[in-house]
C-alpha cells in the first residue's frame, strides 16, 4: 500500500529538518539581563556580539551531543529508505518501508534520550534563576523531532501490518 509511504516520507524529511536545526543552532540556552544577553547551544556559546566554540565540554553535553548525532544518521536512513521505496520496494528480502520505520523509531528513540539528558541537567538550574534564563527554540526543536519520528515511523508500519 503505497498510499501511506507519500506522508510518511514527508514526515521523515520534516523531523530531519527539525532535528538538523535543533542541532545546529545555538539557542538551546538563552540568558537575557539588562547588561548581557546570551545563547547557547551545543557546540558553541554567544555572550551579546561574539561567540565561542566550546572548548571543553561536560559529559552531559557530550552525551547529548551523541544521541543527537545517531538522531540524524538513523533520521537519514529512515528518510533515504522511505525515498528509494519509490523506485523499489525491497532490497533483497528486507522491505524498505520496514527499514524506513526502524530508522525513525531508532531515530526517536535517541533524539528522547538526548533532549531528556539536556532536560534533566538544565531544568532544576532553570527554576532557581528565575526567568533570567529558559530554554530556547532550538531547545523545543529537538523535542518537536522526538514524536514526530516515532509518528513517521507509525505511519509507515501501518501499510505493514494491514498487508
Known amino acids: 500500500m503505497a498510499s501511506l509511504r ?21 539557542h538551546w540556552l538563552v540568558a537575557s539581563s539588562r547588561l548581557v544577553s546570551s545563547h547557547s547551544g551545543l557546540w558553541k556559546v554567544c555572550v551579546n556580539l561574539g561567540c565561542w566554540t566550546f572548548a571543553s565540554v561536560p559529559g552531559y553535553i557530550v552525551s547529548t551531543r551523541v544521541f543527537m548525532v545517531l538522531a540524524l544518521v ?41 533532549m531528556a539528558v539536556y532536560t534533566g541537567e538544565f531544568a532544576e538550574a532553570l527554576n532557581a534563576t528565575q526567568g533570567q534564563v529558559s ?19 507509525v505511519v509507515l508500519l501501518r501499510p505493514l501490518r494491514s498487508s
Open 6 to 26: 507519500l506522508p510518511g516520507a514527508g514526515l521523515a524529511l520534516l523531523s530531519l529538518l527539525l532535528l538538523l536545526g535543533a542541532l545546529g543552532s545555538d
Open 74 to 114: 538513523a533520521g537519514f536512513l529512515s528518510f533515504f529508505a522511505v525515498s528509494a521505496s519509490f523506485f523499489c520496494a525491497h532490497l533483497g528480502s528486507v522491505s524498505l518501508t520496514l527499514v524506513s520505520a526502524a530508522g525513525s523509531f531508532s531515530a526517536g528513540l535517541c533524539a528522547m534520550i538526548a
Open 135 to 153: 530554554f530556547g527554540w532550538s531547545f523545543g526543536l529537538g523535542w518537536a523531532a522526538f514524536p514526530l519520528f516515532l509518528i513517521t515511523g
